[in-house]
């Protein structure tokens, strides 16, 4: 069967011609009405042959679209006859008439479906072998053909889309930044690793062996030694690469838009930051978003949504209950250092099926299990009702406003537990009751995140964003003293639940940048040794600044609906970090190793 | 002494305040007679301070410009009395009202220079230590003291110039291409190792240990896969990265303006390369670029200018004089595959101190000596004038048009050697005589270029511009028979003598792309192993494409007239790859290589 198609590939070969002097006038998404009667050129891929009434019809598709293609034997007897070697995904330029489509044949569903275009004459610019899977939405290939094929599956319209809309937001930010004084500057890929947070890539320098570049995880130290420089705003669309364990919707490279500004405040770097994602969301998909966003604190967020990335398209708010159930029979209450309760309207109708693959999904983040109570019309039903009183019943329907019908979850214990599985348990069952408007872009701001969170296993504090995030102006002295309380001037922008962009106002002072070093825990020898050039930087003048990164990836995602990362990037990875295309990584031959001064590490067997 | 600043700078940090509200309303290259009057506020760099008739006047520096602030005690008496404190470099903030400079003073070298702003309240918002050069563009610091320093250096106003020409070189690219249907398609920097021509950097893969990924030497591939992805039109300004021993204009990194399009011929990409060129050229520095841009063979070129790369500003053309000398007497002349002459108008007064200057120069190229004759009065003084006959004196006298005060070149053997020695000499004699008007741009095309070339040492043929590249339409057929005679569908865009773009249509048919691994002398297994994706996409309905890449640091150099690639490269590596200010490359832990999978290989020791 494959031998058979290739066999006809090769066959129809001799009919191909070169291109010769054919320009085309038009793409396969422009022609309408308003061209019936001219004559043009189109060239692209022929999407889907059929046969009827002797006449060949071809939907002709290119990047933009599709446009009916008539071979007849009246118009041209030659070239209608040569036509019926043409399969699909073969490669074609015709020139023709544009005419109305016959009475009744229009189709409203596409932007040339009012017309078609009848071939004078046509050339075969290539063949195709009979592709994996079809080149259509409607797709039922497995994702490692479609990424082993990968030019075929960018083929399908939704992928070419895409693209498109990648192409046109990172033009539309560009032209934003461009227009409010930014300069694009280009950073190094070839740079110093500095392990911190994530694993770096690595790459074996020859020409000094026995040293290694770093690929950078993001270009943060070179924007703000810009700033140092001089350079006043800066933005980068930049390539950043982390190499984790890949969860779904992680890749080892990503984009960020990057942007850095002197001589402003936090505010003026939000304003940017919403001017940028207002500009985008108008002009690449026409939606309004508020001006200005609306705010919410780090510790409102926690507090009602039990994440930093609220996703705000609908209520369902977690509500804290310690103080009206602490008392309560229920051993586990007593002792909880937090106990929070979600009450989902008109959720009773939950099967314990449903409750059992909650209860599992909730211990991915550290749950033991869930408590639960179902208000029904004559009693409260759940495993725990049995151990409050009328008094903490009055309590939580008072508190939580419960009603008949309604299902309440709750958690108990350590706060961090707490807030991470009720906040995802209300993601989790927003999305099965339909609570969330898919259409609806929501988008806010998080601010006054704290500076550090305490490390409990390695018993010391870590920089929530980074190590060079600035206090707040008002929380200097506490980074001394009570390094756990300070507020950090960091700010993220959330949409629709993912955190779409972070950033902060930057330390500029060398002694408050040592001093956070202190509190981390950094050493003196150490700081110097992998910051000691930023530490430099800032004893020679460094202007107050501050910036913004964006996840270019996640904001097409949003901006396409797409809802893998890997549909909104051209040549993906794999989960295991390989390209099943070209088949990188690979071995490599042992004289390019040599010349790097490494080798492989034999395999230890155990 | 650097103890005594340093304790200044930490004494004057009690005067740093936050910036508060205060909001910048100016840049420091923008406030002229027409503001006078006005309120404003400034940020910026200490550039000078000096103090006169009771006055303390600072030049204010940002990125853009200077702008003079004067403190005055009869405006605000502590405001003056504290700027005592301000040395070189230090940050500050200033109010101020703009007034016109006295009677006498205005500086007509500056965009302000007719105004100046008198402090009525100002901040402090950083000190800096004594630089280690003065920020200035006249500097005599050492190279590797800048690169040390890069935020000090790019603070100097020629290399903050360069960075905002580049940005909006940029821009400028990314516009034209973005209006004629161009996307920019971001290609993977995780890629496979294919190692063809240059040296790959490699990065070792933790997840499958013992496996490479390689930085991309070019998307060359990539590009093609999009347009047989049918994207139609791809641009990117894309990192590329080569592993190369650097020479005093290579940067292991460099950025490449690379696009490809489908459904088109060698016309349409040369329009579009002209196009984004010229309009570069138009908005960054008001230049007019011609339309259309000259043409030349590579054929002529080589005949007239001895390299593939005219730079045509000046005249001073290669002459064959082989069939006029080559009985001669001169033993040299008897022998050699060619011979060229070099006349120079009016250079018969060169000392021969000059001359054996030229001869050890022409050396680099594999000339064993230079031959000369100076035209004078009554003699030809040369040491090769007696083995010339009367007839080939005037052979020469009238193929050269050789006049008194002239002096000829000669260089005899091999065409590689001759061409290599007398085109580079030209551009050495040219730029030593001032023939060469530096305010020039002359852009041409050169086209034609031989598909192969030979490997003398390897004995096989080498892809002159990349195996991908298609022959011209007419050679086809000879690239079975005699492929040294094949004409590619190449082009070059050649500005002043550099090469700042090259491309090439490529090949779409898989037949012939095997043809062309064939004429390399690259196997089916090898060819298979190395690009079997490129083949396989090639099956799938390639559409005619080509396409072209251009280098923007070079374009930047041109731009900016910038004598060296680092001062366009924010931060550049030295000619040993390494960063002097981040100190990349770096020893790395044993752990993260143990991650890796591999190890270092022991000094061998000789």
Not at 33 to 62: P, S, T
Request: aromatic content about 8%; charged content about 30%.
């Amino acid at each position: 069967m494959e031998e058979t198609t290739v066999d006809i590939q090769l066959e129809h070969q001799k009919y191909i011609q070169p291109l010769g002097d054919w320009v085309r006038t038009h793409s396969c998404q422009e022609l309408t009405a308003q061209n019936v009667g001219e004559e043009v050129v189109l060239m692209g891929w022929a999407q889907f042959r059929r046969d009827h009434g002797g006449l060949i019809f071809i939907d002709l598709r290119d990047r933009n679209g599709l446009t009916q293609v008539v071979f007849s034997p009246d118009e041209n007897a030659e070239a209608h006859s040569t036509a019926h070697i043409l399969r699909t995904e073969y490669v074609l330029a015709i020139k023709g008439r544009v005419r109305p489509r016959p009475e009744g044949m229009a189709n409203s569903n596409l932007v040339t479906g009012e017309i078609e275009v009848v071939v004078t004459d046509w050339k075969l610019l290539n063949t195709s072998r009979t592709t994996p899977f079809a080149i259509e939405d409607r797709l039922e290939a497995t994702e490692n053909l479609r990424l082993k094929y990968r030019y075929l599956d960018l083929r399908r319209p939704r992928l070419a889309q895409n693209m498109i809309i990648r192409h046109r937001a990172a033009q539309s930010v560009r032209r934003f930044l461009d227009e409010n004084g930014f300069l694009e500057i280009e950073t190094p890929f070839l740079t110093k690793s500095t392990p911190e947070g994530a694993r770096d890539f690595l790459v074996p320098s020859r020409v000094n062996q026995g040293q290694f570049y770093a690929l950078p995880q993001s270009p943060q130290l070179f924007k703000q030694l810009l700033m140092v420089a001089g350079m006043d705003r800066y933005f980068q669309l930049a390539r950043c690469f982390r190499d984790e364990d890949l969860r779904a919707d992680r890749q080892p490279e990503f984009t960020q838009i990057d942007c850095e500004m002197s001589f402003v405040d936090q505010e003026q770097v939000m304003a940017v930051g919403e001017g940028l994602a207002r500009k985008m969301f108008k002009e690449v998909i026409d939606k309004e978003l508020p001006q200005p966003f609306p705010r919410m604190t780090w510790d409102e967020a926690m507090d009602k949504y039990g994440v930093d990335k609220p996703d705000t398209r609908f209520e369902m708010l977690l509500t804290d209950v310690s103080d009206v159930v602490k008392d309560s029979e229920f051993r586990l209450f007593a002792t909880a250092e937090l106990i929070k309760a979600l009450p989902v309207k008109g959720g009773a109708g939950m099967s314990r099926k449903e409750i059992d693959n909650l209860t599992e999904f909730v211990k991915i983040y550290g749950a033991k299990g869930l408590a639960w109570i179902k208000i029904k019309e004559n009693e409260w039903q759940s495993p725990i009702a049995k151990f409050l009183s009328e008094k903490e019943r009055a309590g939580l329907t008072e508190r939580l406003g419960l009603e008949v019908g309604d299902i309440v979850f709750f958690q108990a214990g350590p706060a961090d537990m707490v807030n991470a599985a009720l906040g995802n348990l209300r993601l989790r069952i927003g999305e099965n009751m339909g609570l969330i408007d898919h259409k609806q872009i929501n988008a806010l701001w998080v601010t006054d995140f704290p500076l550090l969170e305490w490390d409990a296993e390695e018993k010391r504090f870590n920089a929530l964003h980074h190590p060079f995030t600035a206090p707040h102006p008002e929380d200097v002295e506490l980074l001394k003293t009570d390094p756990g309380k300070v507020r950090s001037n960091a700010y993220d922008m959330v949409i629709n639940g993912y955190e779409v962009g972070g950033g902060s106002i930057r330390i500029h002072n060398s002694e408050v940048q040592k001093d956070m070093f202190k509190a981390l825990n950094i050493g003196e020898e150490e700081a110097r040794e992998k910051f000691g050039f930023l530490l430099d930087a800032l004893e020679f003048g460094a202007p107050p600044h501050g910036g913004i990164a964006f996840g270019l990836d996640r904001l097409i995602m949003i901006l396409t609906g797409a809802k893998s990362i890997r549909d909104v990037i051209a040549f993906p990875k794999t989960q295991r970090a390989t390209c099943l295309m070209t088949e990188a990584p690979s071995t490599v031959a042992n004289t390019q190793l040599r010349e790097l001064g490494i080798k492989l590490r034999e395999k230890t067997t155990k």
